[in-house]
């Protein structure tokens, strides 16, 4: 099925393990983005791309690493793992070119991650 | 520093009632948006406004942009269970598409 999907779903790590959340598209939006969602902070940017090989970070971008070579996908690494990294994470993507005045952003269903 | 502010955080009330949820800034947007969340699920768009005093209708949903594109808010008339979950605004800063997203408001419809 066409959409944007992530995985894994749920994982436990340990702090200071390397940790790789992946997301993939399938309607070749040029935009994506991840985002963590924690209790009383609602969804804050981590990175966002506009297009294969061009990121920028977001609000909370300190100890995360993004890579976009492909269009279809955006992995988000934590380098080395913290307990305050404990959340859930989500990825979407945009095509603001598609037509209409703004963007509407496609959510993935989410990550839950906790470092132990 | 939360860019958007939204209010309540928590809301329960009966079937048939009505109410009104509030996002607030002291920053100028270029389009906000209104998403809804269930559990376990990624948000999901309802209503984009643009314009300045905007007002959008989706059923028993009304979207306003304030005239200065700082403020907006979310109306349901006669919420149903259904209208259960959480509700996010998110605002654009101008023409980068980059959003910022309020800690949302937890609606609870009991029947």
């Known amino acids: 099925d066409a959409g944007i999907t992530q995985s894994p779903r749920y994982k436990i790590t340990e702090t200071g393990r390397q940790v790789t959340l992946m997301c993939h598209q399938t309607w070749s939006h040029s935009y994506m983005f991840w985002y963590r969602q924690d209790l009383g902070h609602g969804l804050r940017l981590i990175y966002y791309s506009a297009a294969a090989d061009i990121t920028d970070k977001g609000e909370v971008p300190d100890g995360y690493v993004v890579s976009r070579s492909k269009t279809e996908n955006f992995p988000l690494t934590l380098e080395s793992a913290t307990r305050s990294q404990t959340s859930v994470y989500f990825c979407?993507?945009?095509?603001?070119?598609?037509?209409?005045?703004?963007?509407?952003?496609?959510f993935g269903p989410g990550t839950r991650l906790t470092v132990l | 520093t939360q860019l958007l502010e939204q209010s309540p955080q928590f809301l329960s009330i009966q079937e048939g009632e009505n109410l009104t949820v509030y996002c607030n800034s002291s920053?100028?947007?270029?389009?906000l948006q209104w998403y809804r969340q269930e559990p376990g699920e990624g948000p999901v768009l309802l209503v984009t406004v643009v314009t300045g005093g905007e007002v959008k209708k989706l059923k028993r949903l009304t979207f306003q942009f304030g005239d200065a594109r700082k403020d907006s808010s979310l109306h349901i008339t006669a919420a149903q269970p259904g209208d259960t979950g959480l509700y996010l605004c998110a605002g654009e800063e101008y023409n980068f598409n980059k959003f910022y997203f309020g800690s949302g408001t937890k609606l609870n419809v009991k029947p």
């Open positions: 979407a993507s945009s095509d603001p070119w598609a037509g209409g005045t703004t963007d509407t952003q496609y």
């Open positions: 920053s100028v947007f270029s389009s």
